[in-house]
């Protein structure tokens, strides 16, 4: 299986400061017909997880563009260009080129 | 409004047996493909399985091959996971969600919670 990998797994941050969080991918997401099947998403505690980005950098409808996504072959990585509060809670990346899908571990992003 | 309410988790022992049922309202149910995706405290997100339009086609994780069995219902827009054999490392909330290909997984239930445990 595709093994997903993110960092750092803890991230403070102050209130309107940016913030990163890098995914590395065991393998190369680049499918067959072309398109790389990185998604990001976040969950907030007690909440599912919300799908943010799709294919690398694409937002889904009502998602700041605070938020940005970015990479290509094994090397992403979520922008927040002004943390919020409402941006707490935890961030998986998961690919979707290879079956099984598989998640990375989660960042959690807290306030400091 | 897109709805997915899953239903059925609860406390069973291992080796014991649990279906999971996901009621979908808001969407055409039989024109998606559908996946039931978990979380455990020690393993995080987990895809578990999914199902094609009719039914005739599954996948499963290599965890529960053999043991889970995913199955739909498009004139009553269920989906079901039938879990036999149940194992501690089987704990964990248990979502559906409408498939999204590569894409992963936009609308998702609110979760059914299943503890494995004597």
Redesign the interface.
């Known amino acids: 299986d595709v093994v997903m990998s993110q960092s750092p797994l803890s991230l403070p941050v102050t209130l309107g400061q940016p913030a990163s969080i890098s995914c590395r991918s065991s393998q190369s997401l680049v499918y067959s017909d072309g398109n790389t099947y990185l998604t990001w998403f976040h969950q907030r505690p007690g909440q599912s997880p919300r799908r943010l980005i799709y294919k690398v950098s694409n937002r889904d409808s009502g998602v700041p563009d605070r938020l940005s996504g970015s990479g290509s072959g094994t090397d992403f990585t979520l922008k927040i260009s002004r943390v919020e509060a409402a941006d707490v809670g935890i961030y998986y990346c998961m690919q979707g080129t290879h079956w099984p899908h598989t998640f990375g571990q989660g960042t959690k992003l807290e306030i400091k | 409004e897109v709805r997915l309410v899953e239903s059925g988790g609860g406390l069973v022992q291992p080796g014991g047996s649990l279906r999971l049922s996901c009621a979908v309202s808001g969407f055409t149910f039989s024109t998606y493909w559908m996946s039931w995706v978990r979380q455990s405290p020690g393993k995080?997100?987990?895809?578990v399985a999914n199902i094609n339009l009719d039914g005739s086609e599954k996948?499963y994780?290599?965890s529960v091959k053999g043991r889970f069995t995913i199955s739909r219902d498009n004139a009553k827009n269920s989906l079901y996971l039938q879990m036999n054999n149940l194992r501690a490392d089987d704990t964990a909330v248990y979502?559906c969600a409408r498939d999204?290909?590569?894409?992963?997984?936009?609308y998702?239930?609110?979760?059914t919670l299943v503890t494995v445990s004597s």
């Open positions: 995080g997100l987990e895809w996948h994780v290599d979502y999204g290909g590569g894409s992963g997984w936009y998702w239930g609110q979760g």
